[in-house]
């Protein structure tokens, strides 16, 4: 970090994209020119190598993301997403009386928004607005079309705050576009949630609206192609940049946090490379995604780290750059990763699809799918191909402890937990 003064409290404005592919950034590889302001965000602050999302799917991520605590300690976090068939739960959801990201930071004074997708149940019995965020406008679900905006079932999926709005316009377009305009009028300091749905199927950049009126089901099957999707980002990039505009205008960008990442791995047309493995797998495709943090008052540009972070984290460095305190009766799983010292510590994941465990620590992964095990050193080997348990039966018996001693201090998969899966199972290593 930059040394100097003490500042004021910091702004955040928080970035995800949904089904992104680890390499799909030039920042991080990538092939394709899609993320030219992405680009100049990782030069301006800094880049995350071994940053990972909490699930390979994305509600249980989200739960995560607001909660600062493993997402299997709430009953929603189970299911591998919530489908969009639950409309109307009152189990399936963000527990309003939790304390949340945006609860705890408006609590400190902070004007909080979210803009884009919720994803963690429906009205009357959920909502952002029922979990600390003072404005709203973007879906409820997990995914829908970019121009009809209706989500899985057919069912119309865009609101304003706890109303349903019918905006015409392509959606990306609509989130980057409310995203500036929260910037210009917002009091400062605020928390701005920019979640959206790019490059989420159906396959859709801002010309294919005819493509939109073609399709009866969103998940899309028959289209979209490496070109189509690449435009999509690029226009999640280019609304970005809007964005950042909107905070240069507003005179807070020196001052503001702003954090890209997405919710878990990419999907049938993005890129992971050298990664294996896509959105629901837990081999690194399926879970490490791309980290880009940006603070000009306080971090020196050009940067780059390994320090392993989750996405639960974001919650305990927010709270320590705003100065705001957790709340004692939900104590956080995550930990700050603004703090002036790298930090050695274990991550977890668990999921019911392919009864899939795995856990990481320092350079070794252990790995765990439909009951055959693995042992990986990912610092030789981040592609996953070279099984090395029998090699090294202790760090394997290590490893797979650490993992089971985890796995007994968080409630187990509920039997009435769900996954959903519209596309087949991605490359999955052999067993031995």
Same mark, same amino acid.
């Given at each position: 970090?930059?040394?100097?003064?003490?500042? *004021?409290?910091?702004?955040?404005?928080?970035?995800?994209?949904? &089904?992104?592919?680890?390499?799909?950034?030039?920042?991080?590889?990538?092939?394709?020119?899609?993320?030219?302001?992405?680009?100049?965000?990782?030069? &301006?602050?800094?880049?995350?190598?071994? #940053?990972?999302?909490?699930?390979?799917?994305?509600?249980?991520?989200?739960?995560?993301?607001? *909660?600062?605590?493993?997402?299997?300690?709430?009953? #929603?976090?189970?299911?591998?997403?919530?489908? =969009?068939?639950?409309?109307?739960? +009152?189990?399936?959801?963000?527990?309003?009386?939790?304390?949340?990201?945006?609860?705890?930071?408006?609590? /400190?004074? %902070?004007?909080?928004?979210?803009?884009?997708?919720?994803?963690?149940?429906?009205?009357?019995?959920?909502?952002?607005?029922?979990?600390?965020?003072?404005?709203?406008?973007?879906?409820?679900?997990?995914?829908?079309?970019?121009?009809?905006?209706?989500?899985?079932?057919?069912?119309?999926?865009?609101?304003?705050?706890?109303?349903?709005?019918? &905006?015409?316009?392509?959606?990306?377009?609509?989130?980057?576009?409310?995203?500036?305009?929260?910037?210009?009028?917002?009091?400062?300091?605020?928390?701005? =949630?920019?979640?959206?749905?790019?490059?989420?199927?159906?396959?859709?950049?801002?010309?294919?609206? +005819?493509?939109?009126?073609?399709?009866?089901?969103?998940?899309?099957?028959?289209?979209? =192609?490496?070109? *189509?999707?690449?435009?999509?980002?690029?226009?999640?990039?280019?609304?970005?940049?809007?964005?950042?505009?909107?905070?240069?205008? /507003?005179?807070?960008?020196?001052?503001?946090?702003? @954090?890209?990442?997405?919710?878990?791995?990419?999907?049938?047309?993005?890129?992971?490379?050298?990664?294996?493995?896509?959105?629901?797998?837990?081999?690194?495709?399926?879970?490490? @995604?791309? %980290?880009?943090?940006?603070?000009?008052?306080?971090?020196?540009?050009?940067?780059?780290?390994?320090?392993?972070?989750?996405?639960?984290?974001?919650?305990?460095?927010?709270?320590?750059? /705003?100065?705001?305190?957790?709340?004692?009766? %939900?104590?956080?799983?995550?930990?700050?990763?603004?703090?002036?010292?790298? @930090?050695?510590?274990?991550?977890?994941?668990?999921?019911?699809?392919?009864?899939?465990?795995?856990?990481?620590? #320092?350079?070794?992964? %252990?790995?765990?799918?439909?009951?055959?095990?693995?042992?990986?050193?990912?610092?030789?080997?981040?592609?996953?191909?070279?099984?090395?348990?029998?090699?090294?039966?202790?760090?394997? /018996?290590?490893?797979?402890?650490?993992?089971?001693?985890?796995?007994?201090?968080?409630?187990?998969?509920?039997? &009435?937990?769900?996954?959903?899966?519209?596309?087949?199972?991605?490359?999955?290593?052999?067993?031995?």
């Amino acid at each position: 970090m930059k040394p100097g003064s003490s500042l *004021t409290k910091p702004n955040f404005v928080f970035i995800m994209a949904d &089904d992104l592919g680890y390499a799909d950034l030039g920042c991080y590889g990538g092939r394709l020119a899609c993320s030219p302001v992405l680009d100049g965000m990782a030069r &301006d602050g800094v880049r995350f190598t071994q #940053g990972y999302a909490n699930s390979s799917v994305c509600s249980p991520t989200r739960f995560a993301l607001m *909660t600062g605590r493993w997402q299997h300690r709430l009953r #929603g976090g189970a299911d591998e997403p919530i489908s =969009s068939g639950e409309r109307g739960s +009152a189990i399936l959801g963000l527990p309003p009386a939790h304390p949340t990201l945006p609860s705890l930071l408006a609590a /400190a004074g %902070y004007q909080t928004a979210l803009i884009g997708k919720w994803h963690l149940g429906w009205p009357p019995h959920f909502g952002p607005l029922k979990s600390g965020y003072q404005e709203f406008y973007g879906a409820m679900s997990g995914g829908l079309d970019y121009f009809t905006h209706r989500d899985s079932h057919g069912a119309h999926d865009l609101w304003d705050g706890e109303r349903e709005c019918h &905006d015409a316009g392509y959606l990306t377009d609509l989130f980057s576009a409310k995203a500036a305009a929260f910037i210009g009028r917002a009091r400062q300091p605020f928390l701005l =949630s920019l979640h959206y749905n790019a490059p989420h199927w159906p396959w859709e950049t801002r010309e294919d609206e +005819a493509e939109a009126r073609r399709i009866e089901k969103i998940f899309h099957t028959d289209g979209g =192609s490496v070109h *189509t999707y690449a435009s999509m980002i690029r226009q999640m990039d280019e609304g970005i940049g809007q964005v950042l505009q909107a905070l240069r205008a /507003a005179g807070a960008e020196e001052n503001t946090i702003v @954090v890209f990442t997405s919710d878990n791995g990419g999907e049938r047309y993005s890129d992971t490379w050298p990664l294996l493995g896509k959105k629901m797998d837990l081999l690194e495709g399926g879970i490490r @995604v791309p %980290y880009i943090v940006r603070w000009p008052a306080r971090i020196q540009p050009g940067r780059t780290t390994a320090q392993l972070a989750i996405t639960m984290d974001w919650v305990p460095t927010f709270l320590a750059a /705003a100065g705001a305190s957790a709340d004692s009766r %939900y104590p956080l799983d995550g930990i700050d990763l603004l703090a002036e010292k790298p @930090v050695e510590r274990d991550l977890f994941w668990r999921m019911k699809f392919r009864a899939q465990r795995a856990a990481r620590s #320092g350079d070794w992964k %252990y790995l765990s799918i439909e009951g055959h095990e693995y042992l990986f050193n990912l610092a030789r080997d981040e592609r996953e191909r070279a099984n090395v348990r029998k090699r090294y039966p202790e760090k394997f /018996a290590e490893m797979k402890n650490k993992y089971l001693a985890w796995e007994a201090s968080v409630p187990p998969i509920p039997d &009435d937990a769900k996954f959903s899966l519209v596309y087949g199972p991605a490359d999955l290593p052999q067993p031995s």
